[in-house]
Nanobody, 115 residues
Framework: QVQLVESGGGLVQPEGSLILSCTAP????????MGWYRQAPGSQRELVAD???????NYADSVKGRFTISRDNAKNTVYLRMNSLKPDDTAVYYC?????????WGQGTQVTVSS
């Protein structure tokens, strides 16, 4: 069982910022594409951003220019910096480690954007 440990969710006002972090075991982090997905109530889980080892970073159109994904190889940690948050960003955010047909998920962290 691969454990991805997430932190950083919470309640934030519109136009506020949050940083999510996810730490993975070293052998996973060094070989897998790391990403963030989110799932709002009544909606399917969707990709927010991912950061492969060698390929370009991907962002969902809805978060381009507001969110930034990065990875710290020394800490085996991937971050998602979220700026200019909107109520539509409210969701459970999941960390994902993916390689080929194999995916590992974190437990999820709630992000609520509300005044």
């Amino acid at each position: 069982q691969v454990q991805l440990v997430e932190s950083g969710g919470g309640l934030v006002q519109p136009e506020g910022s949050l940083i999510l972090s996810c730490t993975a075991p070293g052998d996973i982090f060094s070989r897998y594409t790391m990403g963030w997905y989110r799932q709002a109530p009544g909606s399917q889980r969707e990709l927010v951003a991912d950061i492969p080892i060698y390929l370009p970073i991907n962002y969902a159109d809805s978060v381009k220019g507001r969110f930034t994904i990065s990875r710290d190889n020394a800490k085996n940690t991937v971050y998602l910096r979220m700026n200019s948050l909107k109520p539509d960003d409210t969701a459970v955010y999941y960390c994902d480690a993916r390689r080929g047909g194999v995916a590992h998920w974190g437990q999820g962290t709630q992000v609520t954007v509300s005044s």
